[in-house]
């Protein structure tokens, strides 16, 4: 079972920032929360990922509530190419897999 | 450049053949990963490998067959057993299993049966 929620889909307007919401609520002390995003037709894309402390990288800026319970990724100035789906995910605790539980994610458009 | 290799981009197979996806990474990774994703849907895990000559079920592996001889390739094989098999497939590779780095794609296997 996926154990994060986001929105289906977000419009932005090229240039804006593009603030894209993940609700993971049931996260556990020592799982990490992933970004990923994915281009019709293509594989998923690593983003950025972070345990607590908030976390840049070239690509974007990952936020992360106190509480851990909640974060949003942040492309601070979107083009017409960061159109893709966006996807929240938080590592699965427990056996030997570690695996990863991909959900339906957020289809960002973005809008010239 | 380092990356994950899977080939070929589009393969049609006739009902009742088995047929083999390629994945090749050079990224020196431990792990690899096999997912399917079908329309509209997330990734579902089918097999993932730890380490060479080990390979391990995911969710959904019934029908499907992998091998892990070489560190670098870890290949798919849909056999006639598996009831749906047309999907897009990924192959992704990470460090370790059980690290916190990030799972690295490939740009998958469109797999079309009819």
């Known amino acids: 079972d996926a154990k994060t929620t986001q929105p289906p889909s977000m419009d932005c307007a090229e240039g804006r920032a593009a603030n894209l919401p993940c609700n993971h609520s049931?996260?556990?002390?020592?799982?990490?929360v992933y970004w990923y995003r994915q281009i019709h037709s293509q594989g998923p894309q690593y983003i950025i990922h972070g345990l607590k402390n908030n976390e840049t990288n070239e690509m974007a800026s990952l936020i992360i509530t106190e509480d851990r319970k909640s974060s949003t990724l942040i492309l601070p100035h979107a083009t017409l190419r960061d159109t893709a789906v966006y996807y929240c995910?938080?590592?699965?605790?427990?056996?030997?897999?570690?695996?990863?539980?991909f959900g339906t994610g957020t289809l960002l458009a973005v809008q010239p | 450049d380092g990356g994950i290799t899977q080939s070929p981009k589009y393969l049609f197979r006739k009902e009742g053949q088995n047929v083999t996806l390629s994945c090749e990474q050079n990224?020196?990774?431990?792990?690899m990963y096999w997912y399917r994703q079908d329309p509209g849907q997330g990734l579902r895990l089918i097999y993932y490998s730890q380490i060479v000559n080990d390979f391990q079920k995911g969710d959904i592996a019934e029908g499907y067959s992998v091998s892990r001889e070489k560190k670098e390739s870890f290949p798919l094989t849909v056999t006639s057993a598996q009831k749906n098999p047309t999907a897009f497939y990924l192959c992704?590779?990470?460090?370790?299993?059980?690290?916190?780095?990030?799972?690295?794609f490939g740009n998958g296997t469109r797999l079309t049966v009819t």
């Open positions: 049931t996260i556990s002390g020592n799982e990490y």
């Open positions: 992704a590779s990470k460090k370790g299993v059980s690290d916190n780095s990030p799972l690295h």
């Open positions: 990224l020196n990774h431990d792990a």
């Open positions: 995910i938080v590592r699965e605790n427990g056996g030997a897999t570690n695996k990863l539980i």
